[in-house]
């Protein structure tokens, strides 16, 4: 079975600031990829940033980074010069491998506030 | 824009009724997925379809079924419904079964059981 825990259920953080939004997951797949969405108060579902096990370099997507350390099962956001609509819900995801194993398994979320 | 449409965006009815959700996907992909959020559970997975067959099943209750039809596009039933199914119900969907990287999803059907 997969899992993943978001330990920080709300974080601040001051525009043009940086902040890294926690993400550990435990899962026995070898290969398996992790996702991070942003949702904000509208309700849609935006996808960020994707890595996969494999990927020997942190994925990057503009001001997004994922700090992936597999050792550690950490696979952390990293918002750049943090802005006013980035004040939004922040879900960690996991896919498997094999099988049917492609459903993402979700954590419970960040809720992220960003202050002028 | 993910390219997935949902409609409706929400639904209001009563305790056991039945609805439909629908959902498109994006162009090209054959895989759709559906997922419940609630207070309560989070982001659950239902169940997903691969080009017209079901291809894995999560934790879809019994009075909820769903299917994909040739055109691709998906349907989610839900009957008897309770008020613990209120909820909000994304669909998404990824280029094939095996698509290790993206999965888009639609704006969602808020539903709200009375």
């Known amino acids: 079975a997969q899992k993943i825990t978001q330990t920080q259920p709300g974080m601040f953080v001051q525009e043009k600031e940086a902040v890294t939004l926690d993400c550990t997951y435990d899962t026995s797949d070898q290969s398996y990829g992790l996702f991070w969405y942003k949702q904000p108060s509208s309700g849609e579902m935006i996808f960020l940033i994707y890595?996969?096990?494999?990927?020997?370099q942190n994925a990057t997507e503009g001001r997004y980074s994922l700090n992936f350390q597999k050792a550690r099962k950490s696979a952390n956001l990293v918002i750049s010069a943090s802005q006013l609509g980035d004040s939004a819900m922040y879900f960690c995801a996991m896919r498997g491998s094999g099988g049917s194993n492609y459903k993402l398994t979700f954590g419970k979320g960040t809720l992220l506030t960003v202050n002028p | 824009d993910s390219g997935v449409t949902q409609t409706p965006k929400h639904l209001i009815t009563a305790t056991g009724q039945r609805v439909t959700l629908r959902c498109s996907p994006r162009?090209?992909?054959?895989?759709v997925y559906w997922y419940q959020q609630s207070l309560d559970q989070g982001l659950q997975f239902l169940i997903q379809y691969y080009n017209g067959e079901e291809r894995a099943k999560g934790n879809i209750l019994e009075r909820f079924s769903a299917q994909q039809f040739p055109d691709l596009h998906s349907e989610l039933n839900l009957s008897s419904l309770e008020l613990g199914d209120s909820a909000l119900y994304f669909c998404?969907?990824?280029?094939?079964?095996?698509?290790?990287?993206?999965?888009?999803f639609g704006p969602g059907t808020r539903l709200t059981v009375l």
């Open positions: 998404a969907s990824s280029v094939r079964a095996t698509s290790y990287n993206e999965q888009f």
């Open positions: 162009s090209g992909d054959l895989s």
């Open positions: 890595q996969g096990s494999y990927d020997e």
